[in-house]
């Protein structure tokens, strides 16, 4: 779940639902995707910037427009160009803003040239944004600042990106991480010794738990290029300095505010599953099972536990002599979570010894902590597209990916038979293919040449009717007037009767011969559709 309404709606339904066949019993719940809310924590600080539409802007300016990349090229003797931005994986953006930074002295002599007249003016909306841009004094600190939250928030991501069962460290982790960005503008007195569940509820728009604007840590390159802007304009930029000081705390405000609001660490069992941390059962046992009480009271009161209140004492119980008999090894204090499976080190513990327990843990490292999956899917997307790239290119180069990550890498990749004639074979079936595309394709446009002459002929034969008809009127509204003549007396009314007679009679004679040449096309459209 990403968090939108409709699917806490659904979340709603489905639990009851399951409620309704399976006796009462609750799903049990941990809360939207940990890593999506981080993409849209990012996404909601950085609105009042606009930095989306500037980020795209540097892109779009020059993607598919070779005469103006030219222009470019000359201008600065650079061949550098931005990359595109991603407007749904913000904190995939880091290269984006860093090539940013690099481009923007040679976008700025772009512009200039432009305002000069050496240069056309491209007259997009781009270009209208990106000169916006370079009248802003602070655009560099902006960007830093930018770079400097996305770099603090990537190794998470990066590091939950994983199927394995990590649920456990997941709440110490992002609360970890909520730290680090409240001690960029939160007094560090409120700070300390604070646990993962007051740092969801910490008031961050009460501004006397702020510090001064100017105490603010917006990191080091958004500070440099501050330092360079008082050089060169001394203090004629304070004030607007001040205001962009007060803008990264508002940004970093709002970043906190989305993440507490679809955070994880508001539900109470993902703090507790850090009892299932060997660290921590070796460091803190008491805790570790007071928080297994919970996770189980939790468990009875949604009807999950089979056995009832008795099933649950004897889980507890085994798991408090689990505490005292096995966790005080070196073995559990130098656990290092990402480098050694969790469920493999305790299955080697747990499963012969405590059997009732760790079929209990086992259902409790099901949970999972997000769309880890999907959002890796995403970032090795992004590693292997380059631009102009083909659909089938993409899912063959994932292909590729997953195949050698199975294997643990390139090395590690075993060369059957099976893959030696594949690879020996490449080169014929590349050619088969390339025939196959061409037969495709001239099926295709041989399909659409008669579905052109087919619509071409229907038109004919529309025209045809319609001519048709307009002929029949015409020869019997002569037919019409010639009789009212022969009524007539000589005289002038009825020498008017056959004139008009007359002058049908030739029209119909001309929709005729227009007939026949509209036949002579129909016939001729017939015999190419039959050659095809």
Known sequence: MDGPNVNWRF???????????FGGAQLVVVGSCGLHTLHNAVKCGFTEWHMEKFL?????????VPARREDFCNLTKSKTFALPFCGHRWIENLPVVQRAIEIWPDMKKYV???TTKKLPNPGTSSYDTIEVATKDPLILAKLHFFMAVSRSVTPFLTKYQTD????PFFANDLAELLKNLLRRFIKRELLTDVTPQHLVRLDVTDKQSRVHPKAVD???????AIKELQQRSKSSEELSILHFQNQCMECLSKMVQKIQERSPLKFPIVRQLTCLNPAFMYSNPELCQKQ???IVRKFLQDRQLDGGVAAGDLITQKFSEML???VRTEEFQSFQPFKKRLDVFLSNIISETYPQLWSFIQKLLLLSHGQATVERGFSVNKEIETANIHEDTVVAQRIVCDYISLHGGVTKVPLTPALLSSVSSSRARYRIHLETERKKRESQAESEKRKAIEENLEQLRKHRRSIKEVAEHLLRDADKLADQAEAKQAGSKMAELIAKSNAFRRSHKEK???LIKLDEQIAAKRAELQKL
């Open 56 to 64: 795209r802007a540097l892109h779009t300016i020059f993607h598919n």
């Open 324 to 326: 005292s008999l096995e």
């Open 292 to 294: 297994m009480k919970s």
């Open 164 to 167: 394995e069962p990590v649920l």
């Open 112 to 114: 200039d040239a432009v």
């Open 512 to 514: 005729m011969a227009e």
């Open 218 to 224: 917006i990191g080091i390159g958004a500070e440099t």
């Open 11 to 21: 979340l709603e339904m489905l639990r009851t639902e399951h409620a309704e066949h």
